[in-house]
Protein backbone atom coordinates (compact mmCIF):
# COMPACT_ATOMS: atom_id res chain seq x y z
CA UNK A 1 0.00 0.00 0.00
CA UNK A 2 1.13 4.05 -0.37
CA UNK A 3 2.69 5.30 2.53
CA UNK A 4 0.04 7.87 4.24
CA UNK A 5 2.00 11.48 3.61
CA UNK A 6 1.71 12.03 7.44
CA UNK A 7 1.80 9.76 10.40
CA UNK A 8 1.96 10.72 14.32
CA UNK A 9 3.56 9.70 17.14
CA UNK A 10 2.23 10.52 21.02
CA UNK A 11 4.89 11.15 23.72
CA UNK A 12 3.98 10.70 27.05
CA UNK A 13 6.78 12.61 29.04
CA UNK A 14 7.71 16.41 27.90
CA UNK A 15 11.37 15.39 28.28
CA UNK A 16 10.57 12.82 25.51
CA UNK A 17 8.72 16.07 23.03
CA UNK A 18 11.62 18.53 24.40
CA UNK A 19 14.19 16.04 23.20
CA UNK A 20 12.89 15.58 19.37
CA UNK A 21 11.97 19.33 19.03
CA UNK A 22 15.09 20.85 21.15
CA UNK A 23 17.63 18.71 19.36
CA UNK A 24 15.94 18.43 16.33
CA UNK A 25 16.17 14.43 16.33
CA UNK A 26 14.12 11.27 16.76
CA UNK A 27 14.66 8.56 18.49
CA UNK A 28 14.45 4.47 17.59
CA UNK A 29 13.26 1.95 20.72
CA UNK A 30 14.76 -1.32 21.10
CA UNK A 31 12.66 -4.02 20.32
CA UNK A 32 13.58 -4.86 23.87
CA UNK A 33 11.80 -1.78 24.86
CA UNK A 34 8.24 -2.63 23.31
CA UNK A 35 5.58 -3.23 24.71
CA UNK A 36 4.42 -6.74 23.36
CA UNK A 37 6.37 -9.22 24.13
CA UNK A 38 5.76 -10.98 20.71
CA UNK A 39 7.17 -7.73 19.05
CA UNK A 40 9.62 -8.67 17.14
CA UNK A 41 7.84 -12.06 16.59
CA UNK A 42 11.04 -14.22 16.00
CA UNK A 43 9.80 -17.88 16.59
CA UNK A 44 11.59 -20.41 14.65
CA UNK A 45 8.19 -22.58 14.96
CA UNK A 46 6.90 -25.53 12.70
CA UNK A 47 4.06 -28.09 12.39
CA UNK A 48 6.23 -31.04 12.77
CA UNK A 49 8.49 -30.19 15.45
CA UNK A 50 11.67 -29.24 13.93
CA UNK A 51 12.07 -33.08 13.70
CA UNK A 52 14.26 -34.63 10.39
CA UNK A 53 12.06 -37.36 10.72
CA UNK A 54 8.85 -36.29 10.16
CA UNK A 55 10.58 -33.99 7.64
CA UNK A 56 11.41 -36.57 5.40
CA UNK A 57 7.87 -38.59 6.15
CA UNK A 58 5.95 -35.90 4.96
CA UNK A 59 7.76 -35.74 1.53
CA UNK A 60 7.65 -39.62 1.42
CA UNK A 61 4.17 -39.24 2.12
CA UNK A 62 3.28 -36.03 -0.60
CA UNK A 63 6.57 -36.39 -3.07
CA UNK A 64 7.50 -40.19 -2.94
CA UNK A 65 9.55 -39.77 -6.00
CA UNK A 66 11.29 -36.53 -4.82
CA UNK A 67 13.29 -38.34 -1.18
CA UNK A 68 15.93 -39.47 -2.97
CA UNK A 69 17.46 -35.79 -4.19
CA UNK A 70 15.44 -34.13 -1.16
CA UNK A 71 17.67 -36.92 1.50
CA UNK A 72 20.84 -35.58 -0.70
CA UNK A 73 20.17 -31.64 -0.39
CA UNK A 74 18.44 -31.55 3.18
CA UNK A 75 20.54 -34.40 5.28
CA UNK A 76 20.01 -34.87 9.44
CA UNK A 77 23.36 -33.01 9.86
CA UNK A 78 22.60 -30.47 7.74
CA UNK A 79 18.90 -29.60 8.96
CA UNK A 80 20.20 -29.59 12.72
CA UNK A 81 22.98 -27.39 11.50
CA UNK A 82 20.16 -24.98 9.23
CA UNK A 83 17.79 -24.71 12.23
CA UNK A 84 20.58 -23.03 14.56
CA UNK A 85 21.69 -21.02 11.81
CA UNK A 86 17.93 -19.96 11.88
CA UNK A 87 17.17 -19.12 15.31
CA UNK A 88 20.49 -17.38 16.22
CA UNK A 89 19.67 -14.77 13.09
CA UNK A 90 16.43 -14.64 14.40
CA UNK A 91 17.93 -13.93 17.37
CA UNK A 92 20.55 -11.06 16.28
CA UNK A 93 17.34 -9.98 14.01
CA UNK A 94 16.01 -9.25 17.33
CA UNK A 95 19.04 -7.98 19.38
CA UNK A 96 19.60 -5.19 16.54
CA UNK A 97 16.80 -3.78 15.71
CA UNK A 98 15.24 -0.40 16.84
CA UNK A 99 12.02 0.81 15.72
CA UNK A 100 10.54 4.10 15.44
CA UNK A 101 6.58 3.33 15.63
CA UNK A 102 3.77 5.49 14.44
CA UNK A 103 -0.23 6.02 13.79
CA UNK A 104 -1.12 7.10 10.03
CA UNK A 105 -2.73 10.04 9.23
CA UNK A 106 -5.70 9.53 6.90
CA UNK A 107 -8.32 11.43 5.95
CA UNK A 108 -11.23 9.90 7.27
CA UNK A 109 -9.38 8.68 10.78
CA UNK A 110 -6.73 11.16 12.18
CA UNK A 111 -4.63 9.66 15.47
CA UNK A 112 -5.40 13.43 17.12
CA UNK A 113 -9.02 12.20 17.73
CA UNK A 114 -8.59 8.88 19.41
CA UNK A 115 -8.85 8.53 23.14
CA UNK A 116 -7.53 5.21 23.18
CA UNK A 117 -4.22 6.87 21.92
CA UNK A 118 -4.08 9.87 24.10
CA UNK A 119 -5.02 8.09 27.47
CA UNK A 120 -2.23 4.52 26.99
CA UNK A 121 0.81 6.19 24.65
CA UNK A 122 -0.35 10.05 25.35
CA UNK A 123 -0.37 9.59 29.22
CA UNK A 124 -3.67 10.34 29.90
CA UNK A 125 -3.57 13.36 27.51
CA UNK A 126 -1.05 14.99 29.64
CA UNK A 127 1.62 14.60 26.88
CA UNK A 128 1.65 15.74 23.54
CA UNK A 129 1.65 13.92 19.85
CA UNK A 130 3.75 14.94 16.66
CA UNK A 131 2.88 14.60 12.99
CA UNK A 132 5.78 13.88 11.00
CA UNK A 133 6.01 14.59 6.84
CA UNK A 134 7.12 10.55 5.89
CA UNK A 135 8.44 11.87 3.08
CA UNK A 136 10.76 14.51 4.74
CA UNK A 137 11.31 11.75 7.32
CA UNK A 138 12.69 9.51 5.35
CA UNK A 139 15.05 11.56 3.46
CA UNK A 140 16.68 12.32 6.73
CA UNK A 141 16.57 8.70 8.02
CA UNK A 142 18.37 7.79 4.35
CA UNK A 143 20.63 10.84 4.74
CA UNK A 144 21.84 9.76 8.43
CA UNK A 145 22.43 6.10 6.81
CA UNK A 146 24.70 7.29 4.38
CA UNK A 147 26.22 9.50 6.82
CA UNK A 148 26.69 6.75 9.11
CA UNK A 149 27.25 3.64 6.69
CA UNK A 150 29.54 5.33 4.05
CA UNK A 151 27.10 4.05 1.12
CA UNK A 152 23.59 4.50 0.58
CA UNK A 153 20.50 2.46 1.50
CA UNK A 154 19.96 0.28 -1.26
CA UNK A 155 17.14 -2.63 0.09
CA UNK A 156 13.89 -0.97 -0.74
CA UNK A 157 11.33 1.86 1.06
CA UNK A 158 11.42 2.49 4.78
CA UNK A 159 8.38 2.40 6.01
CA UNK A 160 6.22 -0.65 6.85
CA UNK A 161 3.00 -1.12 7.11
CA UNK A 162 1.77 -3.50 10.38
CA UNK A 163 -0.35 -6.15 9.55
CA UNK A 164 -3.04 -7.58 12.59
CA UNK A 165 -4.25 -10.89 12.45
CA UNK A 166 -5.24 -13.56 15.17
CA UNK A 167 -2.41 -15.58 14.82
CA UNK A 168 0.79 -16.19 12.56
CA UNK A 169 0.29 -20.34 11.73
CA UNK A 170 4.25 -22.41 12.32
CA UNK A 171 6.21 -23.07 8.90
CA UNK A 172 5.21 -26.30 7.29
CA UNK A 173 6.70 -29.24 6.02
CA UNK A 174 5.43 -28.63 2.38
CA UNK A 175 7.38 -24.88 2.61
CA UNK A 176 10.70 -26.47 3.12
CA UNK A 177 9.97 -28.42 0.37
CA UNK A 178 8.76 -25.89 -1.68
CA UNK A 179 11.98 -23.98 -0.92
CA UNK A 180 14.42 -26.34 -1.74
CA UNK A 181 12.39 -27.25 -4.92
CA UNK A 182 13.31 -24.35 -6.15
CA UNK A 183 16.79 -24.14 -4.97
CA UNK A 184 17.31 -27.54 -6.78
CA UNK A 185 15.99 -26.17 -10.17
CA UNK A 186 17.78 -23.14 -9.96
CA UNK A 187 21.36 -25.19 -9.05
CA UNK A 188 20.38 -27.57 -12.17
CA UNK A 189 19.63 -24.00 -14.42
CA UNK A 190 15.85 -25.26 -14.94
CA UNK A 191 14.90 -21.89 -13.31
CA UNK A 192 16.66 -18.77 -13.53
CA UNK A 193 15.01 -16.87 -11.58
CA UNK A 194 13.88 -17.28 -7.67
CA UNK A 195 10.14 -16.76 -6.78
CA UNK A 196 8.62 -15.36 -3.47
CA UNK A 197 8.09 -18.96 -1.71
CA UNK A 198 5.84 -19.04 1.11
CA UNK A 199 8.81 -19.39 3.39
CA UNK A 200 9.93 -15.91 1.87
CA UNK A 201 6.59 -14.97 3.03
CA UNK A 202 6.62 -16.76 6.02
CA UNK A 203 10.06 -14.66 7.48
CA UNK A 204 9.03 -11.16 5.34
CA UNK A 205 6.04 -11.02 7.69
CA UNK A 206 8.11 -11.78 10.89
CA UNK A 207 8.53 -7.96 11.68
CA UNK A 208 5.47 -6.54 10.67
CA UNK A 209 2.78 -8.92 11.85
CA UNK A 210 1.20 -7.95 15.13
CA UNK A 211 -2.19 -9.52 17.12
CA UNK A 212 -5.21 -7.93 15.94
CA UNK A 213 -5.65 -6.44 19.37
CA UNK A 214 -3.38 -3.51 17.83
CA UNK A 215 -5.12 -2.80 15.10
CA UNK A 216 -6.93 0.56 16.05
CA UNK A 217 -3.74 1.86 16.11
CA UNK A 218 -3.14 1.90 12.32
CA UNK A 219 0.67 1.45 12.77
CA UNK A 220 3.27 2.19 10.48
CA UNK A 221 7.05 2.06 11.43
CA UNK A 222 10.49 3.14 10.55
CA UNK A 223 12.97 0.31 11.59
CA UNK A 224 16.99 1.39 12.42
CA UNK A 225 19.29 -1.81 12.66
CA UNK A 226 22.40 -1.64 14.60
CA UNK A 227 24.87 -4.27 16.02
CA UNK A 228 27.29 -1.90 17.02
CA UNK A 229 25.33 0.00 19.86
CA UNK A 230 24.89 -1.56 23.52
CA UNK A 231 22.38 1.37 24.12
CA UNK A 232 18.42 0.66 23.88
CA UNK A 233 17.78 3.96 21.94
CA UNK A 234 19.36 5.28 18.90
CA UNK A 235 19.45 8.53 17.64
CA UNK A 236 18.71 10.32 14.31
CA UNK A 237 19.25 13.91 13.25
CA UNK A 238 15.75 15.71 11.60
CA UNK A 239 15.48 18.61 9.33
CA UNK A 240 12.96 21.21 9.86
CA UNK A 241 10.41 20.08 7.25
CA UNK A 242 9.96 16.94 8.98
CA UNK A 243 7.45 18.08 11.70
CA UNK A 244 4.27 18.77 10.21
CA UNK A 245 2.25 20.06 13.28
CA UNK A 246 2.31 19.52 16.88
CA UNK A 247 -1.09 18.92 19.23
CA UNK A 248 -1.10 19.29 22.89
CA UNK A 249 -2.63 16.88 24.95
CA UNK A 250 -6.06 17.97 27.05
CA UNK A 251 -3.87 18.05 30.46
CA UNK A 252 -1.13 19.25 29.71
CA UNK A 253 0.70 21.66 32.42
CA UNK A 254 0.59 25.22 31.46
CA UNK A 255 4.16 25.16 32.30
CA UNK A 256 5.00 22.36 29.87
CA UNK A 257 3.21 23.80 27.15
CA UNK A 258 5.00 27.31 27.45
CA UNK A 259 7.93 25.61 26.93
CA UNK A 260 7.05 23.26 24.38
CA UNK A 261 5.59 26.18 22.01
CA UNK A 262 8.48 28.08 22.45
CA UNK A 263 10.89 25.68 21.38
CA UNK A 264 8.94 24.18 18.52
CA UNK A 265 8.01 27.70 17.21
CA UNK A 266 12.35 28.05 17.45
CA UNK A 267 12.74 24.70 15.88
CA UNK A 268 10.25 24.01 13.77
CA UNK A 269 8.83 27.28 12.87
CA UNK A 270 6.47 25.87 9.93
CA UNK A 271 4.72 23.58 12.16
CA UNK A 272 0.93 23.77 12.77
CA UNK A 273 0.89 24.15 16.89
CA UNK A 274 -2.78 22.35 18.05
CA UNK A 275 -3.76 22.53 21.52
CA UNK A 276 -6.56 19.91 22.67
CA UNK A 277 -10.16 20.93 24.46
CA UNK A 278 -13.12 19.02 25.29
CA UNK A 279 -15.89 19.28 22.79
CA UNK A 280 -19.02 20.23 24.13
CA UNK A 281 -21.47 17.77 25.20
CA UNK A 282 -19.57 14.94 23.64
CA UNK A 283 -17.13 12.63 24.42
CA UNK A 284 -14.37 14.03 21.88
CA UNK A 285 -11.62 16.49 21.39
CA UNK A 286 -11.97 19.65 19.13
CA UNK A 287 -8.09 21.55 18.23
CA UNK A 288 -7.41 25.24 18.34
CA UNK A 289 -4.05 26.51 16.79
CA UNK A 290 -1.91 28.25 19.83
Not at 121 to 130: K, M
Not at 149 to 154: A, C, E, H, L, V
Not at 250 to 263: G, R
Request: net charge neutral; hydrophobic share 40%; with cysteine.
Amino acid sequence: MDVPRYVTRFYGKTDFVLDVIEKQQIAFIHTSLLNDPFDLYCFFETDFGDNYSRLIQHVKEHHPANVGWFRTHVTALSWIKTVKELKAHLEKVRRTTFVLSTSAVSPSLHPKNNLYMWGHYGNGHRGVAIEFDTVALENAVLAQHAAVNGKPFDEGGVWAQMEYARSFSPIVAEDIYDFMKQEKDVMEGRVTERRATRLDRYYNRMSIVKSDVWRSENEWRLMWRSDETADTIYKSPITQDCIAAIYLGLSLPQDAENQIVSSARSGFPKAKIMKASKRHGDLALDFRQV
